[in-house]
């Protein structure tokens, strides 16, 4: 079902205590408040249980960064999706731009991980999004095409209707530089249209797409105001709840 979410991407930020100080202090912050979008949050591994423990999972849901394209065995330092479902996490951020450009992560990787994301009970908050180089080419459309095509067009529509998709354009994040709100709905509305032609209008209209990159509480009512722009993948902006609230309240 299309769904209105605010997800905090921690990426490596955050001790242990202070993951679980900054759940607690949204915890509360979100306590006794209605708020029109899901919250969810994205840890590193080594805190999704405690901050599982430390939140009320109705309000919050929790997230994993990344599994690996493994079930198990002997892949020293990896966790999968089944040990991420365990510690209570629902969601895992499969693909994101910093994944695959520092560690390699290939599209057949990404497909790997998403089958077994979704074999586990997760949903995949699935990134895709264009370089700078890309855009400047008038490639981005191309790009974003073939990253939805490569790993999930594989997927039943079953399967492919428990996604969510989240446009990061790369030269957006964490640089300060926001895609205006028509760039980001002229993809968004591109996304949907790629999704209709292969799943159906159904899929496709009940699909979330989230917006990410250098997101913020003084861009985020313009973004979301946007027809196919549902919510946000929040990096720096979800640090601190100071910062992380006003965008919520965006919706
Ligand atoms: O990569 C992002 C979320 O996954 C966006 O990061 P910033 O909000 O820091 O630009």
């Known amino acids: 079902m299309r769904k209105n979410i605010v997800a905090g991407n921690w990426k490596m930020n955050k001790t242990l205590q202070e993951g679980v100080a900054l759940a607690t202090e949204l915890n509360e912050a979100l306590k006794n408040k209605t708020v029109n979008c899901d ?15 430390a939140i009320d999972t109705e309000k919050i849901g929790v997230s994993a960064q990344n599994c690996a394209d493994k079930p198990e065995g ?3 330092g990896e966790v999968s999706a089944k040990m991420v479902a365990s510690t ?4 895992v951020i499969i693909g994101h731009s910093e994944r695959r450009t520092y560690y390699h992560e290939t599209p057949e990787i990404l497909k790997e991980k998403v089958l077994l994301a979704l074999a586990n009970g997760l949903t995949p908050i699935f990134c895709i999004g264009e370089v700078l180089a890309e855009r400047e080419a008038d490639k981005h459309f191309e790009v974003v ?8 067009f594989n997927l039943s529509k079953e399967d492919f ?9 790369v030269w957006a994040i964490g640089t300060g530089k926001t895609a205006t709100a028509a760039q980001a709905q002229e993809m968004h509305a591109f996304i949907r249209k790629t999704v209709a032609d292969k799943y159906g209008k159904d899929t496709a209209e ?21 027809p196919d722009v549902d919510g946000g993948l929040i990096g720096g902006a979800s640090l601190s709840v100071d910062k992380f609230m006003p965008i919520i309240e965006a919706f």
């Open 145 to 152: 095409k073939s990253q939805i095509e490569q790993s999930l």
């Open 74 to 76: 002997a892949y020293t």
């Open 161 to 169: 209707g428990k996604l969510i998709l989240a446009y990061e354009p």
């Open 206 to 226: 009940d699909l979330s797409v989230l917006y990410g990159g250098s997101c913020n509480a003084s861009n985020a009512k313009e973004l979301f105001a946007n």
């Open 88 to 91: 209570g996490a629902k969601y």
């Open 39 to 53: 919250v969810i949050i994205a840890p590193p591994f080594i805190h999704l249980a405690s901050v599982v423990n």
